[in-house]
């Protein structure tokens, strides 16, 4: 009789812990995914920021390419975040992602800011 007790005993212990577990698994990845988020849109507003510092950007252009640049953070934290990838197929991905954003911000651009930009090395080759 007392080996039985000890082992429901155990079972409902048992069973707490891994509930237990399970609750803070689920809570650590809903905690998680908001700090992402938020980190995510920072890298996105800095990058604008040091683009706006560069050349100016309009309002419409602001909010175009920040759009870009936010989309292009999600695109490479996907990418980083795929498990099937080999990290030399991650580089290849986040390049390219990289580049079609350069394009497409370019496409953003006028003349005269594409001409100031090119004055800043490194800025959208």
Do not use: Y
């Amino acid at each position: 009789m007392k080996t039985i007790k000890a082992s429901v005993k155990n079972l409902l212990i048992l069973i707490t812990l891994v509930s237990w577990g399970i609750v803070m698994t689920c809570g650590m990845a809903q905690s998680q995914t908001p700090k992402a988020d938020i980190e995510s849109a920072q890298k996105a507003e800095k990058a604008l920021d040091r683009l706006d510092a560069k050349v100016k950007l309009t309002p419409e252009q602001k909010a175009k390419v920040k759009a870009l640049f936010q989309d292009r953070t999600d695109k490479i934290k996907a990418i980083n975040d795929d498990p099937k990838l080999t990290p030399d197929q991650k580089k290849a991905k986040v390049k390219e992602v990289r580049k079609s954003t350069r394009q497409a911000i370019k496409g953003v651009l006028t003349a005269q800011q594409k001409e100031e930009l090119a004055k800043h090395h490194g800025m959208l080759r």
